[in-house]
């Protein structure tokens, strides 16, 4: 199972980017998916999760900004990023599991068991 993110760059302050992660050797069509994010110092919280039926979740420091959305077709997961924050500024990861997961527990770390590399985003005030 492989998970690879890509989109990540820097930007300023009230821009936008959007965010890519292409899984390939599993078929993730039934089971939750997320973006975490990490910044220097800090621990991996929880950014967004997608169920099998499309249904998200988000934490409330980007509810309105971001959204995460899937195409199944494709085994890609993305995350578009409104109206970025110097605050946004982190590695971004894009997370799997081949278990029984809830996409309500979107930073619930260990619900996940592949992840991949991470992409750098970082934004400029």
């Known amino acids: 199972v492989r998970l690879v993110e890509s989109g990540g760059g820097s930007v300023q302050a009230g821009g936008s980017m959007r965010l890519s992660c292409a899984v390939s050797?599993?078929?993730?069509?039934?089971?939750?998916m997320g973006w975490f994010r990490q910044a220097p110092g800090k621990e991996r919280e929880g950014v967004a999760a997608i169920a099998s039926d499309a249904s998200t979740s988000y934490a409330d420091s980007v509810k309105g900004r971001f959204t995460i959305s899937r195409d199944v077709a494709k085994n890609a997961l993305y995350l578009q990023m409104n109206s970025l924050k110097p605050e946004d500024t982190a590695m971004y990861f894009c997370?799997?599991?081949?278990?029984?997961?809830?996409?309500?527990?979107?930073?619930?770390?260990?619900?996940?068991?592949?992840w991949g590399q991470g992409t750098q985003v970082t934004v400029s005030s």
């Open positions: 997370a799997t599991t081949d278990r029984l997961c809830s996409y309500v527990d979107y930073d619930r770390v260990g619900q996940y068991n592949y």
């Open positions: 050797g599993f078929s993730y069509s039934s089971v939750c």
